[in-house]
C-alpha cells in the first residue's frame, strides 16, 4: 500500500552560526555533523567485541531452561576436561569468594551465578572460560545439571495470592513475593473530587514488557593484572564510574585499582545501566586464569535475560465534569520486577517519575499507588528510553484522556487544549510534588495540529468511515520529567547523581573536555564541543571530548533518563564559564587594563570601545602557559572543573499526532503519517536532537505495534530471538515531520532540557490513540499493545485481550 | 555471538559431485544452499550437521528458463532472481507478490527456491506457491533422477519425498493459457514469516467459467491443497458469491494453531478473507470479467 505523503519541507541547510565567518569551521550551536560519524560510518567504531588483548580467553554462560527450579546438582568434570577449558566456575565458587550473591541498583540481592534455586529462564548457572568463543560454547553442554522444578509464577496479578509459591526464599523473613508499596499525592483528597465527580472513566491499561535490545549486546573484557594487582575493565556500560565504585565495594579491589573502560556503545536504552552477572564472571575469570576474559553475551542471551522495560499492570481513572474539565486521575499498578528487584533508578523512587502521570494538566488532585512483585521472569525494569518509569506515566494519562474524550463525545485535541497547564502557572506545582520548572503548552499543540492538517484529516476520517474504511488520528501530549538529580532528593545505592566536568585549554588554543556521563550513540562528541565552543569561541574540531574512561574522566553518574545534558552539559557549561573568567583576567594583564573593562564577544576579549585591542581566547591560552604576568590568584594554565547538582529537574515536552490506516480484513496497522513538536529548551545540535526525536518515535511505532516479551504457563521466555521479538524497520514506520518551540529551562546554565527520551515516552500513546480511534466504529474505548494484525482483529470482534 | 557445534565442510561443483559427497559422508552431512534456514538452526544447535555439503558453485542449477510449456527453475535460483525474472513475473504473477513478502533483500539475495522447498517450513512461501502451480520438483539421486509432483513431494511441516543422499535439482511449473494467479501474505512486520498467507492459481475457459482453480494456505495448517474450496469455483462463472464460498470452503480446510502470532478464529478468517482477496486477484489476473466488489 502507498500512501502519499503531504510533508512539510525538513530543514536541511546548516542554521547560521553568526560567530564565525568560515561556515566549515563551525563554532557553538548548530546544525552540524556529527564527529564521531566518520568512524561509525566506515565501520571503525571500537565496541567490545572489536577488544582484543594477548593471551585472552573466552567465557560463556549456561543458562537455566527452567523458570523455577532447585539446584540439585551441577557436574562439571566433563567440560574441564575439554582441552580447551581453562576453568568453570559455578555458584559454589562464587559464594567462597563471596561472590555469589551482588547487590542490585534496588536494594536487593542478584544472584551472579545460582546457588540454591534457578529464579527464570535464562539465569546464570555456570560460567566456562575457554580458549575460544566455540570451545567456552561447546563445553556449556560438557556441564550436567540436575533440576528439581517448583511451580512458576509468571502472572503478576497471581503473584501475591496465598499459597503462591516463594520466589525469594533466600531472603530473610520473605514469605510471599511482594517487594513495595509506594504511593504519591493526597488519597484523601482525590477520592473527595472523585465522588462528586460529573463523569470518571475507568480502564485497564497494560504496558506490557518489552526490551531495549539495543544492536550491541552486553559484554565485557576483562584484565586483572595479579602483579600490580590493577583490574582493567571493557565494558559496555551507560554508567562506568559507578560501575566502577560498585565494584570496589562488592569486590573488594580497591577503587583506585580498578578501571573501567566504556569505549564505543552500540546503543544502550537503559540496557547498559546496571552490573550483570557476566561482567563480574569475566572479572572472577581473569582472576582465576590469570589471563584477560572476554565475555559476550548473543542476542537471544540479552533479550532473555538482561533488563528488561515495563511490565506495568495499571488501572486508570479519571474524574472531569461534563464540559470537559479534568478534575483529578487516580491509578493503581500492579509492577512485574521480575525475579530480582533490579530496576536502576533513584533510591526514594521505586516506581521511578511514576507520579508523574498528572501529565501536562491543571488538576485539582491526583494519587497514585505501585505494588511492585516478584515473579519468574528476568530483572530489570527501568529500561528502553523510559526517563525512570515516565514513559508509564505518560501512556497512562494519555490514553486515558481519550478514553475521556470518547465518553464525553468531545475532540481529543480539544480536551488537552482546555486542560492543559497555562504558561503563566509555571513554575508549576503538581499534586504530586513535582514541580515543572517551565512550559508552554498551547503553542505547541496548535503547531502540531497544524502541521499535520487536523481537521482536514477529522473530515477525511469521517468520509471514510462513511465507507467502512478505517482510519485513526491518534494525539498525544506529554511532559517528560528528565536530568535526574538534585542530590539531596536522588542518588543510585548512596551515590548523588551528580555529574562533573573538567575543560582544559591547551596553549594552542585546542581544547580537551572530560565528561562522566557515557554516550550510547546520542552525539556526546559533537554536543558537549559545541557547549564548550559557544561559551568560548572555540571551533568544535578543535575540542576533543574524552569519555567512557574511569581513569581519565571525573566522576559522575553516566547517561540514562536523558540527563546528560541536563546535568553534565550544565557542569560543562560552567566549567567552560570558569575558564572564561579566567581568561578574562588573563587578557586584562595582557592588554594592560581591568577585567571590567573588558567585553566578550564569541572568541575574544576586547577593550571596551576599542575593539581593536583584543585577546583571542587562543593568544589568551598561549598567554596563560607563556611568560604573561599573572595576576594575583591566578595559575598558569587556563583549565576549569565543575561537579554540577541540578537544582531540579527539567520539564521537555511535546505534541505528537499520529495517522494510521487499519485494513479492515486483516487488522495490519500502517502508520500513515507522524508529526512530532518536540521543545527540549535550547537545541544545540538541531541535527542531533531530530536524530533523537527519529529514533525514539521508531521506538515508540514498535512497542505500539509489535514489540512484546511475553510467557508461557511454564515461564517459557517466548520473545527470545530477532524471530520472536520484533522491532520495526524501515517500512514500518513513515517518514517522520518534526517541529519544534523553543522554551529554555530557567534554572538550566544553558536552558537545554534533554531530548533522549522524549519520542520514546511520548509517540506509544499516540499511535495506540490512533488504532483505538481506527476501531472506534466497532464502539471499543481501548486495546492493549501490541496492536500486532491479531490482536487489532480481536478489538474488532469486540473482545480486545490483555497481552498477559 | 551464537555458534554452531563443530562440522565439517566440503564444497561441490556439479549435482554428481554432490551425489558423491553425501554418499561418501554419510546420514549427517546435509546440503547447504543459500544458509537462511540452516544456519540459523545451527546457531541454535537445533540442527547439527556432521558435514555441510555447500552447493553454492554448482552453477548449473541457477538456470530460470522459459522451455515449451514448462518453465525450469533451477534449485540453486534465488529469491533475488525469481523476484528479478520478468518471465516468471509475467507467467506466474504470484510468484512475485510472494517473493516481496519473503523475508527481507538480505535473505532474498541468498535464499534459494531448493532451499525452501527443501526446508520445508510450516509457514514457508514456495511450498503453497508450487502446489497451486501444480509443480513438479526433480530429485537427483544415487540411481538417477526421478521428477515427483508436489502432492507427493511434500510430505508434512520439515518432511519431503528428497532424501538425505539425494539432491533437488530444477522445479518445474507448468505454463497454461489463459490462467491468473495471486499471493497475499499477512505478516506482523515485513520480514516475519507469515501469520496466514493464501495462494490462488486459476485457468479459465473460453466460455468465461473457470477452468481449473486451485487454492493453498500457509501456516494455517492445511497440507496441499483446498481442494473443495477448489471444486467449488469450476465450470463457473466468476461470482462474488462464488469467491465467498470459496473463502468459506478454504477457512473450514484450514486447521491453524494458536502462537504468537494469533488464535486460532483469527488465522481461520484470515484463510477466509486472504482466499478471497488472491481469489479476485487471480480472476482478474486471468482476464475474467470483473468480479464485483474486488
Ligand atoms: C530472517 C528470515 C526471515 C525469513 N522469512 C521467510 C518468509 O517469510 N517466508 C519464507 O518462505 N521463507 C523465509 N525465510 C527462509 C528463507 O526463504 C530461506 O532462505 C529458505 O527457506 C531456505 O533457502 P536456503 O537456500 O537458504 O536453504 P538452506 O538454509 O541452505 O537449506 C535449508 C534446507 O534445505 C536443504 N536444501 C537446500 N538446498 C537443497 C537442495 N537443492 N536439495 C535438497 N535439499 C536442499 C538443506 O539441506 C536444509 O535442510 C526466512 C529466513 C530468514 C533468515
Redesign the pocket.
Known amino acids: 500500500m502507498t500512501t502519499v505523503q503531504e510533508r512539510s519541507p525538513m530543514p536541511q541547510e546548516r542554521e547560521p552560526n553568526p560567530a564565525h565567518s568560515d561556515p566549515d569551521r563551525p563554532i557553538g550551536y548548530g546544525r552540524i555533523q556529527r564527529k564521531e560519524d566518520p568512524r561509525f560510518i566506515r565501520g571503525k567504531g571500537r565496541y567490545i567485541d572489536d577488544i582484543v588483548l594477548p593471551g585472552m580467553l573466552h567465557g560463556a554462560i549456561l543458562r537455566s531452561p527452567m523458570a523455577h527450579a532447585r539446584l540439585v546438582s551441577i557436574d562439571t568434570t566433563e567440560a574441564l576436561a575439554h582441552p580447551k577449558v581453562h576453568a568453570v566456575i559455578t555458584g559454589k565458587d562464587l559464594e567462597g569468594l563471596n561472590l555469589a550473591w551482588a547487590p542490585t541498583l534496588s536494594a536487593d540481592v542478584q544472584a551472579v551465578l545460582a546457588t540454591d534455586k534457578v529464579r527464570f529462564q535464562g539465569q546464570e548457572v555456570a560460567f566456562v572460560v575457554a580458549e575460544d568463543r566455540y570451545s567456552a560454547r561447546d563445553a556449556l553442554e560438557l556441564i550436567d545439571v540436575e533440576y528439581e522444578e517448583l511451580p512458576v509464577v509468571i502472572d503478576a496479578r497471581r503473584a501475591l495470592d496465598p499459597g503462591t509459591a516463594v520466589i525469594r526464599d533466600d531472603k530473610d523473613g520473605q514469605t510471599d513475593n511482594h517487594i513495595f508499596d509506594w504511593e504519591a499525592g493526597d488519597k484523601a483528597e482525590t477520592d473527595a473530587v472523585f465522588a462528586r465527580a460529573d463523569v470518571v472513566v475507568s480502564e485497564e491499561v497494560i504496558y506490557p514488557r518489552v526490551h531495549p535490545a539495543p544492536m550491541e549486546t552486553c559484554g565485557a573484557v576483562a584484565d586483572y593484572d595479579p602483579i600490580d594487582g590493577k583490574l582493567t575493565l571493557y565494558e559496555t556500560t551507560q554508567a562506568p564510574h559507578a560501575h566502577r565504585t560498585l565494584y570496589a565495594m562488592v569486590a573488594g579491589i580497591p577503587e583506585h585499582k580498578i578501571r573501567v573502560i566504556a569505549g564505543d556503545i552500540g546503543g544502550g536504552f537503559g540496557n547498559k545501566v546496571g552490573i550483570y552477572p557476566g561482567y563480574i564472571c569475566a572479572v572472577v575469570g581473569s582472576i582465576v586464569t590469570g589471563k584477560p576474559v572476554k565475555w559476550v553475551e548473543d542476542r537471544s542471551e540479552n533479550l532473555m535475560s538482561t533488563s528488561f522495560a515495563r511490565d506495568y499492570l495499571m488501572k486508570g481513572e479519571v474524574a472531569a465534569t461534563t464540559d470537559g474539565k479534568i478534575l483529578a486521575v487516580r491509578t493503581h499498578v500492579l509492577a512485574d520486577h521480575g525475579a530480582f528487584n533490579a530496576t536502576a533508578q533513584p533510591t526514594k523512587y521505586p516506581a521511578g517519575f511514576f507520579s508523574i502521570f498528572t501529565g501536562s494538566y491543571d488538576l485539582e488532585a491526583a494519587y497514585c499507588s505501585v505494588t511492585g512483585v516478584y515473579t519468574n521472569k528476568a530483572p530489570g525494569g527501568v529500561a528502553y528510553a523510559c526517563s525512570f518509569r515516565v514513559t508509564e506515566a505518560v501512556y497512562l494519562v494519555e490514553r486515558m484522556i481519550d478514553v475521556l474524550a470518547r465518553k464525553l463525545e468531545m475532540d481529543p485535541a480539544e480536551l488537552r487544549l482546555k486542560n492543559f497547564i497555562k504558561p503563566e502557572q509555571f513554575p508549576y506545582k503538581n499534586k504530586t510534588g513535582w514541580e515543572y520548572d517551565s512550559g508552554d503548552y498551547e503553542p505547541a499543540m496548535r503547531m502540531c495540529m497544524e502541521q499535520i492538517g487536523y481537521d482536514d484529516l477529522r473530515r477525511e476520517q469521517a468520509e471514510k468511515r462513511a465507507r467502512g474504511e478505517l482510519m485513526g488520528i491518534g494525539v498525544s501530549f506529554f511532559t517528560e520529567t528528565v536530568g535526574a538529580g538534585p542530590r539531596k532528593h536522588m542518588d543510585i545505592v548512596g551515590l548523588g547523581m551528580n555529574d562533573g566536568a573538567e575543560v582544559r585549554v591547551h596553549p594552542t588554543g585546542k581544547a580537551v573536555v572530560r565528561i562522566s556521563v557515557q554516550t550510547q550513540g546520542q552525539g556526546h562528541e559533537t554536543t558537549f564541543a559545541q557547549i564548550v565552543g559557544e561559551e568560548l569561541g572555540i571551533p568544535t574540531d578543535d575540542i576533543e571530548v574524552v569519555h567512557g574512561d574511569t581513569d581519565q574522566t571525573p566522576f559522575g553518574l553516566g547517561t540514562y533518563g536523558s540527563r546528560s545534558t541536563p546535568v553534565s552539559g550544565a557542569a560543562v557549561a560552567l566549567a567552560a564559564r570558569k575558564v572564561r573568567e579566567k581568561a578574562k583576567a588573563i587578557a586584562a594583564a595582557m592588554l594592560e587594563t581591568r577585567p571590567e573593562d573588558l567585553e566578550w564577544e564569541k572568541g575574544r576579549f576586547f577593550v571596551k570601545g576599542d575593539p581593536s585591542a583584543a585577546k583571542t581566547i587562543a593568544e589568551i591560552a598561549l598567554g596563560a602557559h607563556g611568560t604573561v604576568a599573572l595576576p594575583e590568584g591566578i595559575d598558569g594554565n587556563l583549565d576549569a572543573e565543575v561537579t554540577y547538582d541540578p537544582p531540579n529537574l527539567t520539564f521537555p515536552f511535546g505534541a505528537y499526532i499520529c495517522v494510521v490506516d487499519v485494513d479492515p480484513g486483516t487488522g495490519k496497522v500502517k502508520v500513515r503519517r507522524f508529526v512530532a513538536v518536540d521543545d527540549c529548551g535550547t537545541r544545540i545540535n538541531p541535527m542531533i536532537v531530530e536524530g533523537q526525536i527519529h529514533g525514539g518515535l521508531a521506538d515508540g511505532v514498535g512497542m505500539a505495534l509489535m514489540e512484546f516479551i511475553g510467557f508461557d504457563e511454564q515461564g517459557n521466555c517466548l520473545g527470545g530471538s530477532f524471530?520472536d521479538y520484533l522491532i520495526p524497520t524501515a517500512m514500518e514506520v513513515p517518514d517522520w515531520e518534526t517541529g519544534y518551540t523553543v522554551t529554555p529551562s530557567p534554572h538550566h546554565p544553558i536552558g537545554a532540557k534533554g531530548i533522549g527520551e522524549s519520542a520514546t515516552v511520548g509517540s506509544p500513546p499516540a499511535v495506540v490513540n490512533a488504532v483505538v480511534d481506527a476501531l472506534a466504529p466497532f464502539g471499543i474505548t481501548h486495546m492493549d499493545m501490541p496492536c500486532t494484525p491479531a490482536r487489532v482483529w480481536e478489538a474488532m470482534q469486540g473482545r480486545p485481550t490483555p497481552p498477559v | 555471538m551464537q555458534v554452531p557445534a563443530p562440522f565439517e565442510y566440503a564444497r561441490a561443483t556439479s549435482v554428481r559431485d554432490v551425489l558423491e559427497l553425501l554418499e561418501r559422508h554419510g546420514p549427517e552431512s546435509?546440503?547447504?544452499?543459500?544458509?537462511?534456514?540452516?544456519?540459523?538452526m545451527m546457531k541454535l544447535r537445533l540442527a547439527r550437521p556432521e558435514w555441510l555439503i555447500d552447493?553454492n558453485d554448482v552453477v548449473e542449477l541457477r538456470h530460470i528458463a522459459e522451455d515449451g510449456d514448462v518453465l525450469r527453475v533451477g534449485?540453486l535460483a534465488r529469491?533475488a532472481d525469481l523476484l528479478a525474472s520478468e518471465v516468471v513475473g509475467r507467467l506466474f504473477p504470484l510468484v512475485h507478490d510472494a517473493e516481496k513478502?519473503?523475508?527481507?533483500p538480505v535473505?532474498r539475495n541468498?535464499?534459494?527456491i531448493?532451499?525452501?522447498l527443501?526446508?520445508a517450513?510450516p509457514?514457508?512461501?514456495?511450498t503453497t506457491v508450487c502446489d497451486v502451480l501444480r509443480a513438479q520438483v526433480v530429485i537427483a539421486g544415487p540411481s538417477g533422477e526421478r521428477v515427483v509432483d508436489m502432492a507427493d513431494f511434500h510430505r508434512g511441516p520439515y518432511e519431503t519425498a528428497?532424501e538425505q543422499n539425494?539432491?533437488?535439482t530444477e522445479v518445474r511449473f507448468p505454463i497454461r493459457a489463459r490462467s491468473g494467479s495471486a499471493y497475499e501474505k499477512v505478516e506482523r512486520r515485513v520480514?516475519?514469516?507469515?501469520v496466514g498467507a493464501a495462494g490462488a492459481a486459476l485457468q479459465m475457459a473460453d466460455d468465461g467459467t473457470i477452468a481449473d482453480a486451485a487454492i493453498g494456505l500457509t501456516a494455517l495448517g492445511l497440507e496441499g491443497l483446498a481442494t473443495d474450496a477448489a471444486a467449488v469455483l469450476v465450470g463457473q462463472r466468476p461470482s462474488e458469491g462464488l469467491v465467498a464460498e470459496a473463502g468459506r470452503l478454504a477457512a473450514e480446510a484450514s486447521s491453524p494453531v494458536e502462537d504468537q502470532r494469533g488464535p486460532v478464529d483469527y488465522k481461520r478468517h484470515l484463510a477466509d478473507e486472504l482466499t478471497r482477496r488472491v481469489l479476485r486477484r487471480a480472476l482478474d489476473r486471468a482476464g475474467a470479467t470483473a468480479v464485483q466488489g474486488g
Do not use: K, N, Y
Open positions: 524471530m | 546435509h546440503v547447504i544452499a543459500g544458509g537462511h534456514s540452516l544456519l540459523p552447493i534449485a529469491h513478502v519473503i523475508a527481507d535473505v541468498r535464499g534459494t531448493g532451499g525452501s527443501g526446508q517450513d509457514a514457508e512461501d514456495l528428497c539425494e539432491l533437488i520480514g516475519d514469516w507469515a
